[in-house]
């Protein structure tokens, strides 16, 4: 946990460089953000009450981890507990969770950010006793479900169902349409690394026996096999693989930097990704990067049509905020600087915060106003300049800065 000394420096030194103007801009957008969390975004739910991004008030799978990664920097912490409840409630005796509450997708297993969201809530008030017995029982069997049910070849690498189940919505080109399961994530089987390293910790603090060893050793052997299986030598890129062809999903996808995001990539490997791939203009570093296909994908475009997600060209914030702290974790630091600034900018230059931007020219899409993952843009600088990591996976405490350093409160 770095020391509030610094903490202050820091806030001093993105304070002097973006200038009085846009901090003052900021601190507006802030509050704008939070009361529309606590308007709009705050619903009753089941006897519950849950937060969501989203206005129609739909609750997602790893949107309520980024979510909560933005509250947690107002020391906002209890709805990492109240929706992670809801959702293993309903919880099946196969271990599946759907991956969305008010119209649930019953063949997408709710993507593995239960065990990081717990661990996130808990390192903010200390306590982990909630999770003993039921809850613990509970995400331990939702990672089961990956290896028992979402691994058709018993490689030890799970399956999307879709490219609708990833997240990224639109990218059937690299995983699949709806109930292909053929799909094996490069960024699936990097979230499940991370899930088994917050299984771990969890297992310690709640004194479960050898479970702690067991789930890094199953840690371990995942990111080996991520690095074995995904990389390919001549490209220079991670990409995914289809199970029943045996062969590597040939489409360049930001999912292909989610590696970034563990600490196994080698030096050699990290530098080939990153020059070659993501601060290359004509694939993903564009105009306000990241782009989330590659500008030389045959299906890669920026303008939305119709009413769609989309993930083939377009900027999202949670993306860019995982490869941001990849970056870091891998000394990176002028390209992650770089990165969390222009990410800061591109969203602040809007009148409201959206949930998607134009990659060639910065300009919002999708929903508006959007309150939910995309603050994190907000707060990446900050992250920077303090070397703050909430997705950190540890049983440290973590801090709050936006409270406690910018004296923002959430109201």
Not at 265 to 278: D, G, K, N, Q, Y
Not at 282 to 297: C, G, H, K, N, V
Request: proline residues 4%; charged residues 25%; hydrophobic residues 35%.
């Amino acid at each position: 946990m770095v020391s509030e000394p610094l903490f202050q420096t820091s806030v001093e030194h993105f304070r002097n460089r973006i200038g009085g103007t846009t901090y003052a801009r900021l601190i507006a957008r802030l509050r704008e953000v939070n009361h529309d969390i606590i308007t709009r975004g705050i619903r009753p739910y089941a006897g519950s009450t849950l937060v969501t991004g989203y206005s129609y008030e739909e609750f997602y799978d790893w949107d309520l981890y980024f979510e909560n990664l933005y509250l947690s920097h107002y020391g906002v912490s209890q709805y990492c507990r109240t929706n992670l409840e809801i959702f293993l409630e309903r919880q099946l005796a196969s271990g599946f969770v759907a991956r969305t509450l008010i119209n649930p997708r019953q063949r997408q297993h709710f993507k593995p950010f239960l065990a990081q969201t717990a661990l996130l809530g808990c390192r903010q008030t200390g306590d982990t006793r909630w999770l003993r017995g039921k809850y613990y029982d509970r995400l331990k069997k939702s990672i089961d479900y990956w290896f028992w049910f979402q691994d058709y070849d018993k490689n030890g690498l799970a399956v999307w169902d879709s490219a609708d189940h990833s997240g990224m919505d639109n990218q059937q080109s690299r995983a699949g349409v709806t109930d292909s399961m053929t799909v094996e994530g490069v960024d699936l089987n990097c979230y499940l690394v991370r899930e088994l390293r917050a299984m771990a910790l969890l297992a310690q603090a709640l004194d479960r026996g050898d479970a702690p060893d067991r789930y890094t050793a199953q840690a371990e052997s995942l990111a080996a096999l991520v690095q074995h299986t995904f990389w390919d030598e001549g490209d220079g890129f991670y990409y995914d693989r289809d199970e029943r062809q045996d062969a590597l999903v040939r489409v360049k996808s930001v999912a292909g930097f989610i590696p970034l995001w563990l600490d196994t990539v080698t030096p050699e490997r990290a530098r080939r990704v990153i020059a070659t791939h993501l601060c290359n203009p004509d694939e993903f570093w564009l105009q306000y990067p990241i782009s989330t296909y590659a500008r030389t994908e045959p299906d890669y475009y920026q303008e939305r049509t119709g009413d769609e997600c989309n993930w083939r060209g377009t900027t999202w914030i949670p993306t860019n905020y995982m490869v941001f702290h990849g970056l870091l974790k891998h000394g990176y630091t002028d390209i992650a600087e770089d990165l969390a600034y222009k990410t800061f900018e591109m969203a602040l230059r809007e009148t409201s915060t959206r949930e998607y931007y134009n990659a060639e020219t910065g300009v919002g899409q999708g929903l508006n106003p959007f309150w939910g993952w995309s603050s994190l843009a907000y707060v990446m600088p900050l992250e920077f300049e303090m070397r703050h990591d909430p997705t950190e996976l540890s049983l440290e405490p973590i801090a709050a800065p936006l409270r406690d350093m910018l004296s923002v409160k959430f109201e």
